[in-house]
Structures are given as structure tokens and as C-alpha cells.
T-cell receptor
Framework: KAGVTQTPRYLIKTRGQQVTLSCSPI?????VSWYQQTPGQGLQFLFE???????NKGNFPGRFSGRQFSNSRSEMNVSTLELGDSALYLC??????????????FGEGSRLTVL | AQSVTQLGSHVSVSEGALVLLRCNYS??????LFWYVQYPNQGLQLLLK??????LVKGINGFEAEFKKSETSFHLTKPSAHMSDAAEYFC????????????FGQGTELSVKP
């Protein structure tokens, strides 16, 4: 069974640009969550999508957005990039329905560097 | 609101020694608690989870953790460290109705000396 796949794995952007990251969850998983990981702030929750609807949202500015497609694949977008957006962006999928099972399966991440 | 505190950002043990990684949580309602491990350049992998069943939880690779409500703790232990255990470990808390939203601690980097 294939795991969570994130693309691209590495990317470099400059300030002011925008970026789109993609996540394909494990087959059958309907929930996709996104996390930002940085050395200073650690792992921070961005948002979660379930059945194409945003179910939870973290405390990030509106420059960070996401969506989920009918096949459960998800994308996140960051507009007007800032140096501080440099991070490892992790996607996780789960079987969670309305009740949390808590077990998230993580991808290897997309490492974004903003110059 | 929930929060997690991991005591010690770096822990070093000798191979064969006891591993103890500390985690304390704050939650207004009974939480779900998790330990994840992250190896270099990889995503996170679930070690074990507590979801209000047995308070002593056994996970993969010989790790276990005990939920102590009176101490609001969920410390991770392994009787005998192996070189392959060197990684970063994260404690996390969630609520039953918060789906994929986990609140993570800052992480503890475990080093294992030969």
C-alpha cells in the first residue's frame, strides 16, 4: 500500500513569489492535514481537509491556503512568500471521520527555501 | 486549549541503557496522546497512542508510555537503547473531535552512544 506522497520534495523560491505543494494521501484516507516544521517554531498545524471541506484551521495568515479534491488529494498554496516561510511542509492523512482516531500517516515533506 | 511540554531538547544515552523521554500535557478535557518519531530527512512515524483505554501503552520498536492523569504526563520509555533509536521524538495531544489537528511538543533529539 503506497504511503503519503508529497511533491515536490525540494524547491527554492524568492520573496514575493507564490508556491503550490501537492499531497496524495494513502488510498482510502479522506482526511488530509498540513503542518509547517521549522527549527524555531517546531511543528505547527496549518489546516485539515475532510471530504473537500476545511475542517480545522491553525493560526496562520491568509497567505496560506489549501484545498482538497474529490479524490482526496490536497494542495496548499502560499502567496507572497516571505523569508520566514522557509520550512519543511508536512502532509498527513488519516482515516478519521467525524471522530478522531488520532493516527496520522505523514509524507516525507516538501522542503521550501525562500531567498 | 491544549499544550505539550517536552523536558529536554537533547537526551543522550549509551547503547543498552534505559531511554526516558518526558512529556507533560495540558488539556481541559481528556486528551488523546501520541508519540511520533522522525528520522533525518523523513516524515513522522507513529510510535504509540493513548486514546482512553489502557494507561500503559505499548508501541513499535520496544517503546512504551504510561498515561498518568494525576501528573498530566505521558513519558516514553524503552528498557534498552539501540543505535537505530537515534532520532527526534515528538509528543502530541489532540481531542477526540479535532480530526487531524495535533498539538506537538518541541521535540527531543535522542542520541545513542556506542
Amino acid at each position: 500500500k503506497a504511503g503519503v506522497t508529497q511533491t515536490p520534495r525540494y524547491l527554492i523560491k524568492t520573496r514575493g513569489q507564490q508556491v503550490t505543494l501537492s499531497c496524495s494521501p494513502i488510498s482510502g484516507h479522506r482526511s488530509v492535514s498540513w503542518y509547517q516544521q521549522t527549527p524555531g517554531q517546531g511543528l505547527q498545524f496549518l489546516f485539515e481537509y475532510f471530504s473537500e471541506t476545511q475542517r480545522n484551521k491553525g493560526n496562520f495568515p491568509g497567505r496560506f491556503s489549501g484545498r482538497q479534491f474529490s479524490n482526496s488529494r490536497s494542495e496548499m498554496n502560499v502567496s507572497t512568500l516571505e523569508l520566514g516561510d522557509s520550512a519543511l511542509y508536512l502532509c498527513a492523512s488519516s482515516l478519521a471521520g467525524t471522530i478522531n482516531t488520532g493516527e496520522l500517516f505523514f509524507g516525507e515533506g516538501s522542503r521550501l527555501t525562500v531567498l | 486549549a491544549q499544550s505539550v511540554t517536552q523536558l529536554g531538547s537533547h537526551v543522550s544515552v549509551s547503547e543498552g541503557a534505559l531511554v526516558l523521554l518526558r512529556c507533560n500535557y495540558s488539556s481541559s478535557v481528556p486528551p488523546y496522546l501520541f508519540w511520533y518519531v522522525q528520522y533525518p530527512n523523513q516524515g513522522l512515524q507513529l510510535l504509540l497512542k493513548y486514546t482512553s483505554a489502557a494507561t500503559l501503552v505499548k508501541g513499535i520498536n520496544g517503546f512504551e508510555a504510561e498515561f498518568k492523569k494525576s501528573e498530566t504526563s505521558f513519558h516514553l520509555t524503552k528498557p534498552s537503547a539501540h543505535m537505530s533509536d537515534a532520532a527526534e521524538y515528538f509528543c502530541a495531544v489532540s481531542l477526540y473531535n479535532q480530526g487531524g489537528k495535533l498539538i506537538f511538543g518541541q521535540g527531543t533529539e535522542l542520541s545513542v552512544k556506542p
